[in-house]
Each structure stands twice: as C-alpha cells, then as structure tokens.
C-alpha cells in the first residue's frame, strides 16, 4: 500500500503549491460562507425594518373615509389618483388601494421577490382587515351579539421538537447544502487535476509505465481527492464560524451556555463537542446532521 | 539489483498486432533485440512506432501477438516489464511544482528506492546526466532541456536494462538533442539496451546498431545499420524510401 501513500502525497503537494487552487478550495469556502449563510439574511432584515418603519404613499380611489383612517393609523399616506394600479404599475407608488362595490382592491408589484412594494402591500392589507374585524365585532355588538360567536374555540400549533433540532432552523437546510457544495467542489478540483489534468500536461504516462498497479494509482489519487474534500468541508465550517461570530457582532445573540448561539430563524450551536466529530465523515453525514445536531 | 529471465535477447516479439476498431495500428510484428545494442525503429508519422512501444511498455495491450522484455511477458506480467525498463516520450513532463528530488524520490519509490539506496542511484544518475542543478529547483522553473534531464533520469534511476525513447528529441534545443544522443551511447555502452524510435533519419545513423522500417503498421526492413546504408547508398533516408516502394 505504500504507493498509494506515495501518490496521494504528491498530488496533495501539487495542490498546496498551487496558490489559485489552495485560495479557491480552502479560502474561499471561509470567506464565502460567512457572506451566503449569514449575508442575505442581515441584508433583508435591515431592508425591511426600514421599510416597515417608513411611511408609504399610498395610491388610492373610491376609499370611505374610514379606509383612509385605517391606512394612515398603519403609516401610509393615502394619495387619491385616477388609476391606482396605473400608477403602482408604472412605480410612482409601492402600494395602490381601490373600493368598487363593496370590494377592496390592493395592488402591488410582487413578482420581484422581497422589495418595499411587497412590504407596504403587507402594511395595507393588514390596515384593511383590522378595519373590516372592527365593522364586524360593531356590527354584532349591535345586536347584541358576542364576538366569541365569531371563535368558538381556538386552534394552536405548537412546536414540539427537542431544542437541539429546533437549534437547526433554517440553517438546518442549509447548512448541508452549502456544506456538500464546497465538498464536491474541493474534491472535484483535485480529481481533476489528478486524473484529466495529469493527461493534458503529459504526466501521466509515466506514472502508468511505473511498476504499479491501477489500483494502487486509483486509490492514491481517491485518497488525496478524499483528503482535500474534506478539508475543504472543514475550511466550510471555518467559514460558518466565523460568519457566527460576525453575525452576532451585527446584532445576532452572543454566546450561551453550550457554545456560540446565532439568531436566524432557529438558532444553531456550535461548540468543539459538535463541530470535529460532525465534520469527520461530510460525504455521507451532512444532509441528516444539519437537522438532527448531536449524536 | 533486479532479476533478469533473458540471455541474448533482450526484447522479443512475435506476429504482434494491435488494432483500434477497423484501424490496424501494428500488424504482424516480429522484433529481436539483442542486449547491449541500440535497436532505432524508423518511420514516419503514423506508422505505428510509438503503438509498438507503448504494447513493449505495457501500456496498451496487443490485439494478436506476444512480446516479451527482459524476459518478461507483456501480457501476462506487465508490473515486472515495468520494473525492467525505462520508457521517455516526445511529450513527457514530469510534475510543474515538485524539484527535480521530489519528482526522482517520488517515481523511485515505486522500484524500492529509498534511503540509502535511492542516495546512491541519485547521485549516479546526477552524475550521468550532469544535472545536479535541476535537483532543489521547481519542474517549472527548469529550461526545456533541464526538464528533460529529470525526464530521463526518472525513466533510468532503477537502471534499466531495457530504455525505450519514442522521438525522445522532439521539441528539444540543439543542446539538449545532442545531450540526448550522447546519452543514449553511453547508457547502451554501459550494457544495456535501447529501443529509440523516431522519424528522424540522421539522428538514427548516429546511434544505431540496428534498425528496422516500419511503413503502415508492418516491418518491412530490418538490418545492421551499415546493411541498411548500404541499401541506401550510405543514406538510410534513401534505404527507407527504397524498402518502402519495394513492399508497396
């Protein structure tokens, strides 16, 4: 077995002598992770705070006087034009209101994802249906009527996973995902420099006119793709740390009693007890450990 | 020191034949090559000089035929071929980012060479070929000729009876032809065998003990070299033009 110690020995010196592929395999994972896991989630929250505690102009036509009070109680500002959806569509306004018949109409442009118009539709929406829950507990109240009529009962869901699986939260879908991307990615790099690479520098020839055997060869170069795969997964979870540690510096929680905590959508811990024996067998483990944290 | 199965003949083969689909690459070949002497396989692109010698490195297997190097079959024991010859190529390169050392302790390794006995096959090697400059540098620093000093050494530091060259100039500098050719003289003077195939007639006037025409796929000459100028009227370019159109 000695050669393929030999042969993965050297392709894993080729590979750290090369500064592009050492940058691209272990760097970048560190520093990427940090911006892809914890990035766009700071960047949205920041965003919609300041959209929701912005006031808003509203475009509207044919609204009761009661509607405008809704909406300006809500922190948007009515603005009575001729063709509501004209004006959102043409972006003068996030958000137009129209009433015709007894129906409200609220319109907005929703098709480019999160964005202040999707926000203030959000802000009128729920200004109309408080009004439309205050008419109806008058309109009982009128006759005498309790508004529990209107609820009987109630109806609650309740998580009932342990905390550790709570812990994963969104990042218990990720994780794994993000994790297994730089995977295959370190290993791939390796593979094909050690098999397609070797053949177009002209190298391989004289390692198959050498006395050993192909699997021997196979397995030197699968050993040394293994090895930078996984590193390149722990350079992942480098990366992951890190992006904890930045993540609670801009205002996510900050250390507990099992280890770094940090706030998105559920929490996820990481401490030395979690980390080393989670990211030993990434190839096979990564897709069940995002959820289910220990052992 | 590495065993031997042979006594005179140091590469032999019968009726050897390799095709590629419909395509006959060699057909047919029958080759003796005695120990101590330079054997130059001549012909132009294409005739299947450099198939003939990757089935003597075992490299490709043959479609019909048996061959034997060192006394050694092809087919049957190819890990034992290996450990008998050295085989270099036009478009071999050894690893960009290793020095010259790490390369050379890297392909010994697989002949049982470390310690103090790849310490001793390194230093005659390094004397051999002068090339102790290229032993702390970087593949990818070295000149042409540099790189294919260590090319070279790698094929012959388990010291090989049998070196097989496949238009082993191809793409060197006048300086790094002439160190090539001078080798091959010395590394045949020292008793072993060379196999060198190339199209390039002159260089195989000076070398050779013996050649053989390959035209097609089919040996279609072969002889001393001062037969062979003889037919050529003291050119073996002009014996070779002569054999070929005497087969056509």
Do not use: C
């Not at chain 1, 170069?221 to 090895?227: I, M, Q, R, S």
């Not at chain 1, 992006?243 to 996820?268: D, F, H, P, T, Y």
């Not at chain 2, 053989?212 to 040996?219: E, T």
Request: hydrophobic fraction near 45%.
């Amino acid at each position: 077995m000695k050669p393929v110690w030999r042969i993965a020995w050297k392709e894993l010196v080729q590979v750290f002598r090369d500064r592009k592929l050492v940058f691209s395999t272990l760097v970048l994972p560190v520093l990427l992770m940090p911006v892809f896991m914890f990035g766009p989630h700071l960047f949205l929250s920041r965003l919609l705070e300041g959209t929701s505690a912005k006031v808003q102009e509203v475009a509207v036509a044919g609204l009761p006087q009661e509607a405008l009070e809704a909406l300006l109680e809500a922190n948007l500002a009515p603005k009575p034009v001729e063709d509501p959806e004209k004006a959102v569509r043409e972006g003068e306004y996030p958000v137009g209101v129209v009433y015709k018949g007894g129906r409200y109409r609220v319109f907005g442009r929703l098709a480019g994802g999160v964005s202040e118009s999707q926000v203030a539709v959000g802000k009128a929406q729920a200004a109309l249906q408080g009004l439309k829950e205050r008419k109806v507990a008058e309109a009982l109240a009128a006759k005498g009527v309790s508004l529990d009529l209107l609820h009987p009962f109630q109806v609650e869901t309740v998580d009932a996973s342990p905390p550790r699986e709570k812990a994963g939260g969104l990042l218990g879908f990720l994780l794994p995902f993000f994790l297994v991307s730089f995977i295959l990615s370190g290993g791939q790099v390796v593979a094909v420099d050690a098999t397609a690479g070797e053949k177009e520098k002209g190298t391989l020839e004289a390692l198959l006119a050498a006395p050993v055997p192909l699997l021997h060869l196979a397995l030197g170069k699968t050993l040394a793709t293994v090895a930078m795969a996984l590193l390149s997964g722990v350079a992942g979870l480098v990366g992951l740390a890190l992006g904890g540690v930045l993540s609670a510096r801009l205002g996510g929680e900050l250390l507990s009693k099992g280890g770094q905590v940090l706030a998105l959508g559920g929490q996820i811990q990481l401490d030395g007890g979690g980390f080393w024996p989670s990211s030993s067998p990434p190839f096979s483990w990564p897709s069940s450990w995002g959820r289910s944290w220990w052992p | 020191m590495i065993s031997h199965r042979y006594n005179g003949l140091v590469i032999q083969a019968q009726g050897l034949t390799k095709r590629y689909g419909p395509k006959t690459a060699v057909e047919g070949l029958s080759l003796k090559v005695e120990r101590g002497e330079v054997y130059a396989l001549l012909g132009p692109n294409g005739a299947g000089k450099t198939t003939t010698l990757r089935m003597l490195a075992t490299l490709v297997r043959p479609t019909a035929g048996r061959a034997e190097v060192a006394g050694f079959d092809v087919r049957k024991e190819p890990l034992e071929v290996r450990r008998r010859l050295g085989l270099v190529n036009g478009g071999m390169r050894v690893y960009d980012r290793l020095t010259g050392r790490e390369v050379l302790a890297f392909f010994a390794s697989f002949y049982g060479l470390e310690g103090r006995a790849f310490k001793e096959a390194l230093d005659w090697v390094v004397a051999l070929l002068e090339m102790e400059e290229t032993l702390e540098k970087k593949v990818l620093e070295m000149s042409t000729g540099m790189r294919q000093k260590v090319v070279i050494a790698r094929a012959i530091l388990h010291r090989p009876p049998v070196l097989l060259l496949d238009e082993a100039t191809a793409g060197l500098d006048v300086f790094a032809r002439r160190a090539l050719l001078d080798f091959v003289k010395t590394y045949r003077d020292l008793g072993n065998t060379v196999l060198y195939s190339t199209h390039v007639m002159p260089e195989a006037e000076e070398v050779a003990d013996r050649v053989g025409f390959l035209h097609q796929g089919r040996l279609v000459y072969e002889g001393s070299k001062e037969e062979a100028l003889a037919v050529g009227e003291g050119s073996l370019e002009r014996a070779f033009i002569r054999k070929v159109r005497e087969a056509a």
